[in-house]
């Protein structure tokens, strides 16, 4: 009985009011509704729109002390047992998944952005589709295109001196 009077689901029935100093939203449970401080854990936040579910609890069983934790049942990802994602329930298919096999994916429909000063890969890079520059490339090592090396090093067949036909890579 105890734990009927501390823990209830509850529904975000109004906006996150960004004037306070914690992330406090309006709830409905029980057929009342009132203001809910609602807990993300360290580093992560969401604006929780309206109709979505929570489990509220009463801090020390006081229920002017209402703490919720949000969910999305119904838009939760297929994983395999012991995966992790991160993903958004209104958008299908923006998804960022820590997969069993070490895999980290991150998939979206429209767009993914990177905004750094600087971003750094190691290991091998394969892009899948058209690659688009803008700004200055600088390269080290050989540069292939095609199976054909177009590096600083590569030279040229059929090579005319002052014929102006430098050949085609070799």
Request: with cysteine.
């Amino acid at each position: 009985m105890l734990l009927r009077k501390l823990l209830q689901w509850a529904n975000i029935v109004g906006p996150e009011d960004t004037t306070t100093d914690f992330p406090i939203q309006n709830v409905s449970y029980l057929g009342k509704t009132a203001p809910a401080y609602v807990l993300f854990p360290y580093g992560m936040h969401a604006h929780i729109p309206t109709g979505f579910l929570g489990l509220k609890f009463a801090i020390n069983g006081n229920a002017e002390s209402r703490v919720l934790i949000p969910c999305s049942p119904k838009e939760r990802p297929q994983l395999a047992a012991g995966e992790v994602a991160f993903f958004h329930p209104l958008i299908p298919g923006m998804i960022i998944t820590l997969q069993n096999d070490g895999t980290l994916s991150i998939e979206s429909p429209t767009l993914v952005r990177v905004d750094a000063p600087e971003a750094e890969f190691t290991g091998n890079v394969t892009i899948l589709g058209n690659l688009d520059v803008q700004g200055s490339t600088t390269m080290t090592g050989s540069v292939t295109s095609n199976g054909v090396n177009i590096s600083d090093t590569h030279q040229h067949s059929g090579v005319q001196t002052g014929g102006g036909n430098t050949g085609t890579p070799i």
